[in-house]
C-alpha cells in the first residue's frame, strides 16, 4: 500500500510564475490535508478537502492560493504569482473515509524555493 | 484558537540516557493528540495518537502518555537513530486540523 505520494520533491520558481503542488492520498483516504512548513518554524494548516469539497480553507492565504481535490486524479495546490516568502516546505496529508478524526499520514513534501 | 508548546526546543542525549519530551496544550475539546517523528528533509512520520487523559501508548523505546493539560513522550535507552525533531498536535473538534507545536530537535550521541 503506497503512501502518500507529492510531487514534484523539489521545485524552482521565479517570481510571478505559478507553482502546481500535487498530492495522491493513500489507497482508501478521501480527506486530503495542506500544510506548509517555513524555514524554521512549525507545519500550519492550510486547507482541508474531500473528494470535489474544499471544507475547510481558513489557513490559506487570501490571495494566490488556491487548491482543489477533484473526482479523478490528485489534490492540487496551486500558488499563483509567486514571491520569495512563499519559499517553503509543503506537505500533504490523507485519512481514511470512514474516520477522518484518525491518523493523518503525511507525505514527503514538495520543497519549494521562489528565485 | 488552539495552542501547542513543546519544550525543550533541542535535547542532547548520550546512548542509553533516557528522557522526556514535554507537549502542553490548550484547546477548546481535545478530540486527539498526536506524535509525529521528523527526519531533515521528509515529511513527518506518525507515531501514536491519544485520545483521552490517562491513556498510554509505547512503540519500542518511546512511550507516550496523556493528562488534561499535556503529553509526555518518554524515550527509554535512546540510540543514535532516534535522533530527529519530534513534533507533537492536537485536533481540533471538528477533526479538520491538527495544530503543531514547534518541535523538539532531539540528538542522541553515540
Known amino acids: 500500500n503506497a503512501g502518500v505520494m507529492q510531487n514534484p520533491r523539489h521545485l524552482v520558481r521565479r517570481r510571478g510564475q505559478e507553482a502546481r503542488l500535487r498530492c495522491s492520498p493513500m489507497?482508501?483516504?478521501?480527506?486530503v490535508y495542506w500544510y506548509r512548513q517555513l524555514p524554521e518554524e512549525g507545519l500550519k494548516f492550510m486547507v482541508y478537502l474531500q473528494k470535489e469539497n474544499i471544507i475547510d480553507e481558513s489557513g490559506m492565504p487570501k490571495e494566490r492560493f488556491s487548491a482543489e481535490f477533484p473526482k479523478e486524479g490528485p489534490s492540487i495546490l496551486r500558488i499563483q504569482q509567486v514571491v520569495r516568502g512563499d519559499s517553503a516546505a509543503y506537505f500533504c496529508a490523507s485519512s481514511p473515509l470512514q474516520d477522518p478524526g484518525t491518523e493523518a499520514f503525511f507525505g514527503q513534501g514538495t520543497r519549494l524555493t521562489v528565485v | 484558537e488552539d495552542q501547542v508548546t513543546q519544550s525543550p526546543e533541542a535535547l542532547r542525549l548520550q546512548e542509553g540516557e533516557s528522557s522526556s519530551l514535554n507537549c502542553s496544550y490548550t484547546?477548546?475539546?481535545?478530540?486527539?493528540l498526536f506524535w509525529y517523528r521528523q527526519d531533515p528533509g521528509k515529511g513527518p512520520e506518525f507515531l501514536f495518537t491519544?485520545?483521552?487523559a490517562g491513556e498510554e501508548k509505547e512503540k519500542e523505546r518511546l512511550k507516550a502518555t496523556l493528562t488534561k493539560k499535556e503529553s509526555f513522550l518518554h524515550i527509554t535507552a535512546p540510540k543514535p537513530e532516534d535522533s530527529a525533531t519530534y513534533l507533537c498536535a492536537v485536533q481540533s473538534p471538528s477533526g479538520s486540523r491538527l495544530t503543531f507545536g514547534e518541535g523538539t530537535q532531539l540528538t542522541v550521541n553515540p
Open positions: 491519544l485520545y483521552s
Open positions: 484547546v477548546s475539546g481535545l478530540r486527539g
Open positions: 489507497k482508501g483516504h478521501s480527506h
